[in-house]
């Protein structure tokens, strides 16, 4: 590492003992060449780090962190491959779809490279609250990229805002001023636009007085509360916000509902 502080070092990977819990929680180990448990071995033995570097599987982990939860020395084996892929970053040695969503988020403040202009769109209607047209709010809908711009995931968009007005919740989004969080440009590696990310919204959320923040991804909710160090906020997943409307009697079911509900537990 030319004098630096190598990644074992730098991770405490010379505790690892090896017993194999983190793969075997792995949700692609079965399915890709990765092997977190022999990365790690491999981190911590190797003379050539650069060899490591060179593998495509490096980009199959999906960043879920099972194998830091489950780690019985407490290490973070997830936090490895970020620093890894940061390096590769760095050197421009990634996917071509990764360097288009990150062009795409540097110059459009999302993934998908949509323009800006576009990204409240999916509000059109519904007379919902703008900070960015001067409007205020006691709570901040954090409508992320996703919800914003794939046509599928914007009806829940809708249902969510209907029912926090069904519930006269106080809310209101950020409008084209909403930029992504930077959850996932962080674990692809590009900790500078996720640092650049970070600081833009933090600035829109002090400029805008916000206190409470209601995301519709779990990984923003994740990002906000654990990466973004700050605690002039308040952040919940919408289920939790939702959960406690109905439980406090703000929000009612209106009929009796004779369905299989499937909910699909995130990674965050």
């Known amino acids: 590492m030319n004098g630096e502080q190598s990644l074992a070092e730098q991770y405490e990977l010379f505790g ?9 929680g792995c949700p692609i180990s079965l399915k890709s060449a990765f092997n977190i448990r022999k990365l790690i071995h491999e981190v911590t033995v190797s003379r050539d780090i650069e060899s490591i570097y060179e593998r495509p599987e490096l980009w199959d982990c999906t960043t879920c962190s099972i194998c830091s939860l489950r780690c019985p020395r407490g290490l973070k084996p997830h936090e490895v491959l970020i620093s890894i892929r940061s390096a590769l970053a760095e050197q421009g040695n990634i996917p071509v779809t990764i ?8 110059k459009h403040g999302n993934p998908y490279a949509q323009i800006r202009a576009k990204r409240s769109e999916w509000a059109a209607g519904l007379n919902i609250k703008d900070f960015s047209q001067g409007a205020r709010a006691e709570i901040l809908y954090f409508v992320g990229c996703a919800a914003s711009y794939d ?7 809708r249902a969510l805002v209907k029912a926090l007005a069904q519930a006269e919740v106080d809310f209101g989004i950020l409008g084209n001023e909403e930029s992504c969080s930077g959850s996932e440009i962080r674990r692809m ?8 990310l970070r600081a833009d919204n933090l600035n829109l959320f002090h400029k805008y007085g ?7 991804s779990p990984h923003c909710y994740n990002t906000f509360k654990n990466e973004y160090y700050d605690d002039s906020f308040e952040v919940k997943h919408y289920t939790q916000f939702v959960a406690g409307l109905i439980e406090t009697g703000k929000l009612n079911f209106s009929k009796e509902i004779k369905k299989l509900v499937t909910y699909q537990d995130p990674c965050f």
């Open 210 to 216: 916000i206190r409470h923040i209601v995301t519709t």
């Open 151 to 157: 046509p599928r995931v914007q009806e829940i968009s």
């Open 16 to 24: 690892c003992i090896q017993c194999g819990k983190c793969s075997a």
């Open 99 to 106: 360097r288009d969503a990150l062009e795409g988020t540097f």
């Open 189 to 196: 590696g590009e900790e500078g636009l996720f640092e650049m």
